[in-house]
């Protein structure tokens, strides 16, 4: 957070910000937030499918679902957000 503070005040003390810079900050901290929550939902449902008893270890069975549980997860999560693009990208040629 210090780069996001000191980039801040940099712009406040001319008396203007730059809107291009803090849109970019804004950006990247939206993907930030959208790759943790991501990985969180990831974590969540994989281990639920994978995990019956929690213990200090993971078994080779449990390994092996957790490793193809995340790749059909993010697989998923791929053609979902290539679909989404392409159609954002549709609705904004219209435009």
Not at 57 to 80: F, G, H, P
Request: hydrophobic share 35%.
């Amino acid at each position: 957070m210090d780069g996001f503070g000191s980039d801040f005040s940099a712009g406040a003390g001319s008396g203007k910000m730059d809107t291009g810079t803090i849109m970019e900050q804004v950006k990247v901290q939206i993907a930030v937030a959208n790759a943790q929550e991501l990985l969180q939902r990831m974590t969540d449902k994989c281990f639920k499918k994978c995990i019956g008893k929690p213990g200090g270890t993971l078994d080779n069975s449990e390994q092996k679902c957790i490793a193809m549980c995340m790749d059909r997860y993010m697989d998923a999560w791929n053609t979902v957000s290539r679909a989404y693009n392409s159609r954002l990208q549709r609705e904004r040629a219209r435009i």
